[in-house]
């Protein structure tokens, strides 16, 4: 009923930019806290950022000051911009987001995930 769709992954060199997008979709009655988390080879999913529904952000030390949360409310889509890239940061980025849905009637509440992106950062 509810599934979030992420894009924007890819191959970059190091010191480039991407950015990520996250569009939730469904019966959503509200989009509460929405995050990025990231996943290397072998080491265990961390988080990267996160940001509240009133637009307080936090930040894994490793990426503060390169990269920047930010969400667009309206469109329930959570963004990850992502400057100064190290081959580091090389890892599968998963969208992650607590919903209120509609379900028979009554409003749920669940934690959802994307399916994950690539990102590559190399020379």
């Known amino acids: 009923q509810v599934q979030l769709v992420e894009s924007g992954g890819g191959l970059v060199q190091p010191g480039g930019s991407l950015r990520l997008s996250c569009a939730a979709s469904g019966r959503i009655f509200s989009v509460n806290a929405m995050g990025w988390y990231r996943q290397a080879p072998g080491k265990q999913r961390e988080l990267v950022a996160d940001?509240?529904?009133?637009?307080?952000?936090n930040y894994a030390d490793s990426v503060k000051g390169r990269f920047t949360i930010s969400r667009d409310s309206a469109k329930n889509t959570v963004y990850l911009q992502m400057n100064s890239l190290k081959p580091e940061d090389t890892a599968v980025y998963y969208c992650n987001a607590a919903i209120t849905y509609w379900s028979g009637g009554s409003l749920k509440q669940n934690d959802y995930w994307g399916q994950g992106t690539q990102v590559t950062v190399s020379s």
């Open positions: 940001i509240t529904s009133g637009g307080n952000t």
